[in-house]
């Protein structure tokens, strides 16, 4: 168990001798989580520092995930999700494709495949998942928010917003010295960087290093999340779309392309009853950085920046402009759209890059959140088997636990930063052709969704998630000779299960937090 110091936000240094330091996870976005979830599984202490206030911590608006298969299986298979995964995802019925100038070109439907098809995994269909809800069910899952959605410490972890980590410091021993930007020192047994695109630990490591700068794309993104209102002008339309399709329902995905007249991609899917998560690409000038906080959503608009997004809309595509009318502002947000070379180390010693800290890339492939999440499962399982293995082992055959040095070192392998690089270059380019004002282009990707079909779609999902699938077996290879460590024999707690009943908890030697201390998780969907 992590207890704390009577400020509340530095570990206590009064440990047991034979308990570990905690593992110190710099963000609470979905690769920190599913770091910390892993973590917990096998009795691993952890501290989560997140720099944003707790009412911002799911609140992303617009954000959402294609699920990888690789992610799927940690999510449900390892960490034991299953069924509650269906409160985050909704599988694809149908995707509605067409040009800025009205014109229809394709309906991918996965509704009308056989049921083994449409699995992508298990008993998984093809789906989408809203961000800001999958990091409930995983703040669930790791107890740290009670049934009103507050936040509260677990037995195995503890959850700080409003606090971000600034840097780090090598020490001599068997810990890492962490600086938080309230003038504070922790120590942790190691340190995982999930702070996203502008990570302070990353410029930390890399601080001067050639490649490590954010590469501008010349694009910006548009961002929203909109009720879809019984009677309204865009349910009617929705209606519409689908009833000239013969589609079974109105739960259809959109993707809508530009043509040369009228460049950039919009893209829309229904990720819970009538609540859609879209976006809108297009070419931009202005890389403005204050508004680039892609991994919190971006800036919030105004109603005069929104109707900058309304006089950019084509009066051609009646879905975009009906959505943009439909959305509030407080739920719309731009920022520009950046990505990151990626031929540097992201491991020094006990502190390892994850997610977007470490490779960034175009958002359009969807590739960024599914190699987080990957990232943190395999991070955070190798820490565990230096950490715990030893203790938990039974065969005198094994080797001994490894280092937290070796353990990490393996995570950042030169074929992972290398097919890593070379996916950050594929992206770039697709993300170029979809706001392209190129005659050639803009036909040349209007051919391909023509002929794309729902069975082809799902095949190249799965094959672009091998690198992630090869990623989870070399370190399951690399780490077979030495001790496994046990699962925790008690289960993570889970509001209103009961499971409090079965942890010993001995919270009460932690300080009691006010309201205005804890703050509430807003569920941004």
């Not at 609470?28 to 707790?54: C, D, H, M, R, W």
């Not at 049934?147 to 677990?154: M, N």
């Not at 859609?276 to 991994?295: C, G, K, M, P, T």
């Not at 490894?402 to 070192?409: D, F, H, K, Q, T």
């Amino acid at each position: 168990m992590v207890s704390f110091q009577g400020n509340g936000i530095a570990p206590s240094p009064q440990y047991n001798a034979a308990q570990p330091l905690p593992v110190i996870i710099a963000g609470a976005g979905p690769s920190g989580l599913v770091a910390a979830l892993t973590l917990q599984k096998y009795g691993v202490p952890f501290v989560i520092y997140e720099q944003n206030a707790s009412d911002k911590l799911c609140s992303d608006a617009g954000r959402g995930i294609d699920m990888s298969p690789s992610v799927i299986k940690i999510l449900e298979k390892e960490l034991g999700l299953y069924r509650r995964l269906d409160a985050a995802m909704k599988q694809y019925e149908y995707i509605d494709v067409s040009n800025m100038d009205g014109k229809h070109i394709n309906t991918l439907r996965f509704k009308e495949m056989s049921e083994r098809k449409r699995h992508i995994t298990g008993e998984r269909n093809f789906g989408f998942a809203s961000r800001s809800k999958l990091q409930h069910i995983l703040l669930e899952a790791l107890g740290l928010i009670d049934r009103h959605g507050r936040i509260k410490d677990s037995p195995y972890g503890i959850l700080r917003c409003g606090i971000a980590v600034t840097g780090y410091k090598k020490m001599i021993g068997n810990f890492v010295q962490v600086q938080l930007d309230n003038s504070m020192k922790v120590k942790g047994s190691a340190l995982l960087a999930c702070d996203g695109v502008h990570s302070y630990i990353r410029q930390c490591m890399q601080e001067g290093s050639e490649g490590s700068a954010l590469n501008f794309t010349n694009q910006e993104a548009w961002w929203g999340t909109t009720t879809v209102r019984p009677g309204s002008a865009l349910e009617q339309e929705l209606l519409h779309i689908a009833a000239s399709r013969k589609m079974q329902g109105y739960n259809v995905g959109l993707v809508v392309l530009g043509t040369n007249q009228n460049p950039g991609s919009f893209y829309a899917n229904e990720v819970s009853k009538n609540v859609y998560s879209w976006s809108y690409f297009v070419e931009s000038e202005s890389s403005n950085f204050d508004a680039d906080l892609i991994r919190r959503g971006g800036k919030v608009l105004d109603e005069t920046e929104k109707q900058e997004l309304v006089d950019k809309i084509p009066s051609t595509c009646k879905i975009l402009k009906l959505f943009s009318e439909f959305t509030p502002t407080a739920d719309m947000n731009r920022s520009a759209v950046f990505d990151r070379a990626n031929n540097l180390p992201s491991v020094d010693g006990r502190v390892a890059l994850l997610g977007d800290a470490a490779h960034y890339y175009h958002p359009l492939r969807g590739e960024g959140s599914n190699k987080a999440m990957v990232d943190g499962y395999v991070a955070a399982m190798r820490l565990a088997t230096a950490i715990m293995g030893k203790s938990s082992s039974s065969n005198s055959k094994s080797q001994k636990s490894p280092s937290i040095e070796w353990a990490l070192l393996g995570f950042d392998s030169y074929t992972r930063r290398k097919g890593n690089t070379a996916l950050v270059k594929k992206s770039r380019k697709y993300g170029q052709g979809a706001t392209s004002n190129s005659r050639y282009t803009c036909w040349a990707r209007q051919t391909y969704f023509k002929f794309m079909s729902a069975p082809k779609m799902i095949r190249e999902l799965c094959t672009g998630d091998k690198s992630n699938s090869r990623f989870v077996s070399d370190m399951i290879k690399e780490l077979k000779p030495y001790p496994k460590p046990a699962r925790c024999i008690a289960r993570p707690v889970i509001p209103g299960s009961g499971a409090c009943d079965s942890i010993e908890m001995e919270l009460s030697k932690t300080k009691t937090f006010t309201e205005e201390d804890v703050g509430c998780v807003c569920i941004g969907f």
